[in-house]
């Protein structure tokens, strides 16, 4: 969103902008930098708060509180409302610093806050300079973003899928350095961030078929999926390179990859595979894409009924390099289909009008030398591997639309709700609209819970909202082979789709929905809808229960499951995200066990308690 004077980057041949190096940084400016500065030192003091890593302490004035420094020397004071679940409601215009027991106030300043409560946030000397890092990237995309003509909240509601994915300002909810994108030069984030919506073309690779897995779902091969994804002009000119190379095309797989990842790792890090022409770089390909929330995922906005592509990039965000394993994703056909085939023949998915859109196909390229020399986990068999995502847009019928669930807590700069322009779209009173909703949500993630030991990833991010009328038709699921597991040791699954089984402890089965569900995003929901006097937080958490109590009489056959694993719980535990990646932000949960990485930190009160059946 640059502002209007600020030159357009445009795509060079090489897949980077060409933008005067001034006009690349023209967003940081004094008065910007501050009010991000501002903007994400709330969100620290609320969420480091919901974590118990800082314990606010009450001053006398109502509603007042104060957080001091390790070394006892500097204080931030500000005024909060405590919301169910242990939310801050923080007031960000309210937060003051001060030094030394004065009242003379201080500038606020990211870096200083983190630096100054390193030791309650248990920051290690080896992790602290890589977060602060972290929290540079996050506060220069807040100035960008900031600094751009966005529209109202009433705007971009109304507007198209793509329109809403970019002009997302916040990111996760939870995650304090939720931007890092350490790899990304300035002149890449221009060309690469999703919130800059710049369209581009992939970096095309011919990869030899003996050093490459491609897999598909049923009903579609590796001929169908090209002559679908690129034109015959296309694969004509990708044959012709190789031939005139003296190379046999048909000894090679096709292979998108992401700019970034050409420019930055392959060509140097694959050299060897490069100058021995097992990988052969192609070009960009026709169509133009836009980079998704998630960064690696592009949607094809050229032709918009198209698969979406997930590539492989190696830049460190949020906890994790965003590489690609080329075995983990051999079976992510066969788990799309299966988990397809169990959706579509269920009636309760099938009333709620539920679906995933699949990952019909993958591919990856097997780097030898580093495979022998690094174990599973390593980034190193990470960095070329993609898969093909359906598209939603052809599903959609007359006068729907579709917007990322994260929407529903988008606030634009002048506060105004996402969610709450929705409401009024809608015409619906707001628990109405709020229950149209959770029966597109939460009754899939319930039933897959309690029918089939499924558990989901279900963040803003990866879930999809078919908006009619301001209202919620129906919810679509994504990121499926790498966001779910079955926490069953007798579930009967093929043995393509076993790598989805989970071993996880009874206590910590149900939190998959306790801090997924109503922790990472009910929480932030509710407080959004109760500041903008659209619902107030009982009526929120009773219409939650009603859902859930009308899926309990719907299926009295899960009983004992309800009974097991009670939803209605006094209180749970408190699994805390930013505790992860404070601890190690360069890989804060195994995924062979995701289960033993948890933090967790005391309970919270349910807010569903009061309305156990």
């Known amino acids: 969103m640059p502002t209007p004077t600020t030159p357009q980057p445009t795509a060079a041949a090489h897949g980077t902008p060409q933008l005067p190096a001034q006009d690349a940084v023209a967003h940081l400016t004094p008065a910007l930098w501050d009010r991000a500065n501002r903007a994400l030192i709330r969100k620290a003091l609320a969420e480091f708060a919901h974590e118990r890593l800082l314990t606010p302490r009450r001053l006398p004035q109502d509603g007042h509180y104060a957080v001091r420094s390790d070394d006892g020397r500097t204080e931030y004071r ?31 300043d990211a870096l200083d806050f983190i630096t100054e409560l390193h030791g309650s946030l248990g920051l290690s000397p080896t992790v602290l300079p890589v977060y602060l890092e972290e929290i540079s990237s996050t506060l220069s995309g807040t100035a960008y973003k900031l600094a751009g003509d966005a529209p109202t909240a009433a705007e971009l509601a109304a507007s198209g899928f793509q329109a809403v994915e970019t002009g997302m300002t916040e990111g996760h909810p939870c995650f304090v350095a939720n931007n890092g994108r350490l790899g990304f030069g300035i002149h890449e984030y221009h060309s690469y961030a999703p919130e800059a919506a710049a369209p581009l073309q992939l970096i095309w690779l011919a990869a030899h078929r003996d050093h490459t897995t ?69 070009g960009p390909g026709d169509d133009h894409y836009l980079a998704q929330q998630s960064i690696r995922t592009f949607f094809n906005t050229t032709s918009p009924g198209k698969h979406y592509v997930k590539t492989a990039l190696s830049v460190l965000n949020m906890g994790f390099m965003r590489g690609l394993s080329a075995s983990y994703m051999e079976a992510t056909p066969a ?13 309760t998915f099938k009333a709620a009008r539920f679906s995933i859109i699949r990952e019909r196909a993958a591919i990856g390229y097997h780097h030898r030398q580093y495979e022998a020399a690094t174990d599973k986990g390593s980034p190193y068999r990470k960095m070329l591997a993609a898969l093909w995502r359906e598209s939603p847009v052809p599903t959609l019928e007359p006068h729907q639309r579709l917007a990322t669930m994260a929407s529903l807590l988008h606030l634009d700069r002048d506060g105004d709700s996402f969610a709450a322009a929705l409401v ?7 628990a109405t609209w709020l229950r149209r909703y959770l029966d597109g949500y939460l009754t899939p993630v319930l039933h897959a819970f309690y029918a089939y030991d499924l558990v989901f990833m279900p963040h803003g991010e990866n879930a999809i909202l078919v908006i009619e009328d301001g209202a919620v038709a129906r919810v679509i699921f994504k990121d499926i082979a790498e966001e779910i597991a079955v926490m069953s040791a007798d579930a009967v699954l093929p ?88 601890r190690d ?22 807010p569903l308690a009061p309305y156990a059946p």
Request: glycine letters at 4%; charged letters at 25%; proline letters at 6%.
């Open 78 to 108: 500000f005024t909060a409302r405590r919301q169910a679940l242990d939310h801050w409601q923080i007031d960000p215009a309210g937060i003051t610093r001060h030094r030394d027991g004065t009242d003379a106030e201080l500038p606020l």
């Open 214 to 282: 491609f897999t598909a779902g049923a009903g579609l091969d590796y001929e169908t999926l090209l002559r679908d994804e690129l034109p015959e002009p296309t694969r004509n000119r990708f044959a012709a390179t190789l031939t005139d190379l003296g190379l046999d095309p048909d000894d090679y797989y096709f292979f998108p990859t992401h700019p970034w990842q050409w420019w930055n790792k392959l060509s140097v890090t694959f050299a060897p595979e490069v100058a021995t022409q097992r990988l052969v770089c192609l």
């Open 335 to 347: 788990i799309n289909d299966w988990l397809a085939r169990l959706i579509d023949a269920d009636d």
């Open 424 to 430: 009024e779209e809608s015409g619906l009173a707001p």
């Open 495 to 582: 043995p393509t789709v076993e790598r989805i089984r989970a071993d996880v402890p009874e206590d910590k089965k149900l939190l998959s929905v306790f801090t997924d569900v109503f922790d990472c995003f009910f929480r932030f929901l509710s407080g959004t809808l109760a500041d903008h006097d659209v619902l107030d937080e009982d009526t929120f958490w009773r219409t939650v229960a009603e859902c859930i109590t009308d899926y309990r009489s719907a299926h009295p056959h899960l009983a004992d499951k309800f009974a097991q694993y009670d939803i209605f719980t006094p209180e749970f535990a408190l699994s805390c995200l930013n505790r992860l990646q404070l």
């Open 585 to 606: 932000n360069q890989q804060m949960v195994d995924l062979q066990d995701p289960a033993g990485a948890l933090q967790l930190i005391g309970t919270l009160r349910n």
